[in-house]
């Protein structure tokens, strides 16, 4: 489970799929560690994409809710700490967008959702230039995106 740094889904999926409900400063003001594309402790939901926070507020999960592919959500405590998952059926746009990224298709970005990542994740004034080469450079080295998964939750109870 990659927690200090945000996985490919997070990159460039996410923008594609929740950008009419929630912006980076509102994501990183929840404790927002990641998109994943698996939950090990739901084998089940094998269809379904998960956002991990910290600390998620009622009004942002409220947004969630309203989502139309919104499932549940629900806690897991991994390492020690305490997480809330939200998670979300994969319908076809969502699925579509999430099998793109799984094959390392950025490039192949329409221009329309290439700037919807670049706009999410960007500020005017602070473009990144690796964001921008595996968005815009046919020959940049782009890495498929590898174990975005949630891990296995403590079992046993701390004293």
Not at 7 to 12: A, D, L, Y
Not at 19 to 37: C, P, Q, S, T, W
Not at 63 to 89: A, L, M, P, R
Request: glycine share 4%; charged share 20%.
């Amino acid at each position: 489970m990659l927690i200090d740094k945000y996985t490919k889904h997070s990159i460039f999926s996410l923008p594609l799929i929740f950008d009419d409900i929630v912006d980076r400063h509102e994501l990183k003001a929840n404790g927002f560690v990641n998109m994943y594309v698996y939950d090990l402790n739901i084998p089940l939901a094998s269809n379904h994409i998960f956002l991990v926070f910290k600390n998620l507020s009622n009004e942002l999960l409220e947004k969630f809710e309203k989502h139309h592919n919104y499932w549940n959500d629900y806690h897991s405590v991994i390492g020690g700490v305490t997480y809330h998952i939200v998670c979300f059926q994969r319908g076809f746009s969502i699925g579509y967008i999430v099998d793109s990224t799984e094959k390392g298709l950025y490039y192949e970005t329409d221009y329309h959702s290439k700037m919807r990542i670049i706009k999410f994740w960007n500020s005017p004034t602070n473009l990144s230039t690796s964001l921008h080469s595996y968005l815009f450079n046919p020959n940049a080295v782009r890495i498929k995106p590898v174990s975005e998964n949630i891990t296995k939750e403590d079992k046993i109870k701390k004293p």
